[in-house]
């Protein structure tokens, strides 16, 4: 499956974006998706996933703040981000595996397809 992340922006702390992953080729059925960013000089770093069945995670730092969710035709994974703050800033990817273990859904190494990154930049 090919991934097409987008949705990006410049915005002030407090503001909302929302982030689109489509894929092409195929659609997410089967697939646990998730939302990872990385910031100038770190590591990347788990955002939010959904699994094939529709359970979501969320990082601590995000949790209340943003929402993962997928359509109904499983062909586009969105993360709608509310009341963003200046440590939000990074590039934001989306990946997606079929057969990765549930317990490892926040490592990055785990998910074999990759987006190509959107820019999400915060100012306070």
């Known amino acids: 499956v090919q991934l097409q992340a987008s949705g990006g922006g410049s915005v002030q702390a407090g503001d909302s974006l929302r982030l689109s992953c489509a894929a092409s080729g195929r659609t997410f059925r089967g697939y646990t998706v998730a939302w990872f960013h990385q910031a100038p000089g770190k590591e990347r770093e788990f955002v939010a996933t959904?699994?094939?069945?529709?359970?979501?995670d969320y990082a601590d730092s995000v949790k209340g703040r943003f929402t993962i969710s997928i359509d109904s035709a499983k062909s586009t994974v969105y993360l709608q981000m509310n009341n963003l703050k200046p440590e939000d800033t990074a590039v934001y990817y989306c990946a997606a595996d079929r057969t990765l273990i549930h317990s490892s859904r926040r490592s990055p190494d785990q998910y074999d397809y990759w987006g190509q990154g959107t820019q999400v930049t915060v100012s306070s």
């Open positions: 959904i699994t094939r069945s529709g359970a979501t």
